[in-house]
């Protein structure tokens, strides 16, 4: 039986657009607009999306980087949006993040024995002895050299960087890791080793993942779930390979449509997206997708589809009926 671990409930976060002279508030960006879903211990779940779709913003929401304007996010039975600054100082021994751009989250002016340290230092976890040998074990678990500890960040290549970053991540020993685009930056090469460590690390420290990107084809070997955002909403969810094979709403049929697959004698349509992406601050109404599904119908103008449970996907679309 799968033990729940987080769960997110109606979660909303709005940014306000303020202008004028006096500054006023003239509008607001839905960046995430009611979303909903949990995440089972030693799970992965993938959350893919074009930029500006709110999977990065639902990141930093879930460890309360920035605050939510509405809903609930609770980890272990406890909920974050609530928590004083010590409880949520105590928890995020347990959540870590391990970001897109190794470079620009680690200080260049720092030691990596100085970085992997700090996260040690400011939970208040061990001696400096004892700190100083996790530090090395633990760059010996990411495929580096302890005698690497010495060095500074720009002497290492991008992919070492990020094995940097998820060393940096384990310190705490946490029990879930939100990794945003922690591939995106990397050759396509590259991209393969570091996936394959998160999954070798995932089994030994028993970690649990939300793994956001904004390529399915980049979640697809590590996920167990992969929920699909648009627009700040999600809008279809379900297990990895069930979303692959059968996708069920026209957003996700055609972002799976313009993945490559590696076998030449396989041949298959690419479905277009017609139009651009709207802007977050004026979001069409109805289904935020209307403006460029082909198969849009009247009621998609003015009615946001109701998330509905469709052979084991969860998924917003007028086309289902539960
Ligand atoms: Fe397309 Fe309508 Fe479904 Fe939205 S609700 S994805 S517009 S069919």
Redesign the pocket.
Known sequence: MPELLLEVKGLKKYFSINGGILGRKQGEVKAVDDISFSVNKGETLGIVGESGCGKSTTGRLLMRLIEASDGSIVFEDKEITKMSKSELRKVRRDIQMVFQDPYASLNPRHSIEQILEEPLIVHGIGTKEERRKQVKEMLEVVGLSSYHAKRYPHQFSGGQRQRIGIARALMTKPKLIIADEPVSALDVSIQAQVLNLMKDIQTEFQLTYIFIAHDLGVVRHISDRVGVMYLGRLIELSEGEELYDNPL???TKALLSAVPIPDPDVKKETILIQGDLPSPSNPPSG?A??TR?S???DI?KTTR?KERVVNGHYVA???YKE
């Open positions: 709403h026209p957003y289904c997708f209307h599904c198969e849009c119908m998609c589809p679309c007028h086309l």
